[in-house]
């Protein structure tokens, strides 16, 4: 069965510093999604993509966000200059296309900021 | 999107059948009730879809009244495995985003 990759699987970096996460969608889907998951939290959606464009957006994907999608195959995920309160799970999601319903997730990418 | 409830936490034993109910009285007429399953540090995973009456798949059965305030998720003779958070969304098919709310924790005892 396809499945969405993800990586790397934990990412730890500095306060301040840049990370990218990378994500492979499944190869026919047309929707692209970033959710996070703070420990004990619910899962928060960040971002929303299709037709290279970003759809829909939530109040914590601020200027220090962006995604991408370089290549026609990988859906990144731009984080300019962590905070601590960044560290969470973060969850690349795709979906076949309208009429369908089921968003197939990734493991996951643990960042942790210190 | 209309908002759900679901029990914060439920215990059950291996063997038996678990059914986790989840309320939607503002539900509208283009909504679909989605249910999903996340394990521990493990991106959630969709389980079954419904609009009314009864759906079953081999993971799970979803049954809905009439009047779809309400549906409840069936889970046929759970093993340890079953072991995790449940959520309920109600929503529109394809291309929107997903709110998970606190969803319901499942924990199966030996």
């Known amino acids: 069965e396809p499945e969405v990759t993800q990586t790397p699987s934990h990412q730890v970096t500095q306060m301040g510093q840049e990370v990218i996460l990378r994500c492979v969608p499944i190869s026919n889907h047309l929707y692209f999604y970033w959710y996070r998951q703070i420990l004990g939290q619910k899962v928060e959606f960040l971002v929303s993509?299709?037709?290279?464009?970003?759809?829909?957006k939530s109040e914590i994907f601020d200027d220090q966000f962006s995604v991408e999608r370089p290549d026609g195959s990988n859906f990144t995920l731009k984080i300019r200059s962590t905070k601590l309160e960044d560290s969470a799970m973060y969850f690349c999601?795709?979906?076949?296309?309208?009429?369908?319903?089921?968003?197939?997730f990734g493991p996951g990418t643990r960042l942790t900021v210190t | 999107l209309a908002k759900t409830t679901q029990p914060i936490s439920m215990d059950s034993y291996e063997g038996q059948e678990v059914n986790i109910t989840c309320s939607h009285n503002?539900?509208?007429?283009?909504?679909?009730i989605t249910w999903y399953q996340q394990f521990p540090s493990q991106g959630p995973r969709f389980i079954i879809q419904g609009y009314k009456t009864k759906v079953t798949n081999e993971v799970a059965s979803l049954f809905i009244p009439a009047d779809r305030k309400s549906s409840t998720l069936s889970l046929p003779r759970v093993s340890l495995s079953d072991t995790a958070v449940y959520y309920c969304?109600?929503?529109?098919?394809?291309?929107?985003?997903?709110?998970f709310g606190k969803g319901t924790r499942l924990h199966i005892l030996p």
């Open positions: 503002n539900i509208a007429t283009n909504d679909y």
């Open positions: 993509f299709y037709n290279n464009e970003i759809s829909e």
């Open positions: 999601a795709s979906l076949l296309g309208r009429g369908r319903y089921e968003q197939y």
């Open positions: 969304l109600v929503g529109t098919r394809g291309g929107d985003k997903i709110i």
